[in-house]
């Protein structure tokens, strides 16, 4: 079977590819591996990433997004390249239709780079939508309702907040802490507290094996290795889950005051909407234990976390490619 349409959840930290009638067929870091100095590809997503901290000097994995825009065009290409020629297969002769998922707060030059990367990458025609519609939609928002209701995507670069109704988004923020802070955070926690150098891989390991969002009274543990700062020899340390808590803590309370600042902006009927309804978790950041709770406790709203939080953005896509025609009248953008 030929494939002519594709959705794209192009994010920061992983990319999610969706085909209807096969559904997710690609979950991988959205990693590029060139070597230098003539930039020729290596490897990309899972292949790329297993060679961070493990090659030479000439060989350097580079994030082609930053905070869920393209900060690389080249290397980009090279990703989308990759991920629609798996999608669509060999002797497929059709260019496929592709739906890629953008930030919120996405600007005109932005916009284009993704369309152009896109077209050059293989397809025929690139349609934009806005990560917060594309999460609400894959986590059973009805987004065209008179009703207001509240998405909160948290991926890998960016943590977006807003507020949908009748199709359209009323207020939002964003905010350039997610995921990969969160690794970070952990990173320097260790670094201060241990006396210890860890890698990126290890700290997300540790995060997404018992990081929290709030202390609590039965602590989950995980042993993990580094490189002593004090003689440079390797060094185990236990770390327990209110460690964890302790280190995202105040990336979590930033993220908790824009979705106030959202509420500020929001016209008093919606918010009223949102107090019955609560706020739905997406992103694979919301995968995060006790973050719903930890939300609860700071704004006094409910939250729950949307069913495959991971995969929302990717379902989103397919809800549209399997209504492209009635789509492309309102919420897709081509150029």
């Known amino acids: 079977m030929f494939t002519r349409k594709i959705g794209i959840d192009l994010g920061t930290a992983n990319t999610v590819v969706f085909v209807p009638g096969r559904g997710f067929i690609i979950n991988e870091p959205t990693i590029v591996a060139l070597r230098k100095p003539e930039n020729t590809v290596l490897a990309v997503g899972v292949e790329a990433k297993e060679m961070i901290g493990r090659t030479s000097e000439e060989i350097v994995a580079y994030r082609p997004l930053k905070d869920g825009v393209i900060a690389d065009y080249?290397?980009?290409?090279?990703?989308?390249?990759?991920?629609?020629?798996?999608?669509?297969?060999?002797?497929?002769?059709?260019?496929?239709?592709?739906?890629?998922?953008?930030?919120?707060?996405?600007?005109?030059?932005?916009?284009?780079?993704?369309?152009?990367?896109?077209?050059?990458?293989g397809a025929k025609n690139v349609f934009i939508v806005r990560e917060p519609v594309l999460a609400a939609l894959g986590a059973g928002i009805p987004i065209n309702a008179r009703s207001g209701h509240m998405i909160v995507n948290m991926g890998g670069g960016t943590s977006e907040v807003a507020v949908i109704a009748l199709g359209n988004i009323v207020s939002w923020a964003s905010v350039r802490i997610a995921g990969n802070k969160f690794d970070q955070a952990i990173t320097d926690f260790v670094k201060k507290k241990y006396?210890?150098?860890?890698?990126?891989?290890?700290?997300?390991?540790?995060?997404?094996?018992?990081?929290?969002?709030?202390?609590?009274?039965?602590?989950?543990?995980?042993?993990?290795?580094?490189?002593?700062?004090?003689?440079?020899?390797?060094?185990?340390?236990?770390?327990?889950?209110?460690?964890?808590?302790?280190?995202?803590?105040?990336?979590?309370?930033?993220?908790?005051?824009?979705?106030?600042?959202?509420?500020?902006?929001?016209?008093?009927?919606?918010v009223a909407d949102i107090m019955g309804k609560g706020i739905i978790l997406s992103g694979g950041s919301a995968q995060l234990h006790h973050l719903s709770e930890f939300f609860e406790r700071f704004l006094g709203v409910a939250a729950?976390?949307?069913?495959?939080?991971?995969?929302?953005?990717?379902?989103?896509?397919?809800?549209?490619?399997?209504?492209?025609?009635?789509?492309?009248?309102t919420l897709l953008n081509k150029r």
């Open 74 to 121: 080249y290397i980009t290409k090279a990703l989308l390249t990759y991920f629609i020629r798996k999608a669509v297969g060999r002797g497929n002769i059709f260019k496929p239709d592709v739906i890629i998922s953008v930030p919120a707060g996405i600007t005109q030059t932005e916009r284009r780079a993704v369309i152009n990367a896109g077209e050059e990458a």
């Open 304 to 329: 729950y976390v949307a069913e495959d939080p991971l995969f929302c953005v990717a379902k989103g896509t397919g809800l549209i490619l399997d209504h492209l025609e009635v789509y492309k009248q």
């Open 195 to 270: 006396s210890l150098a860890i890698g990126e891989q290890t700290s997300e390991t540790v995060k997404i094996e018992i990081g929290s969002a709030l202390p609590t009274k039965e602590k989950t543990e995980h042993q993990l290795r580094g490189r002593s700062l004090t003689n440079g020899l390797p060094k185990d340390v236990v770390l327990n889950s209110n460690e964890i808590a302790e280190a995202l803590q105040p990336l979590l309370i930033d993220i908790a005051s824009a979705v106030q600042n959202v509420f500020n902006e929001t016209p008093p009927e919606l």
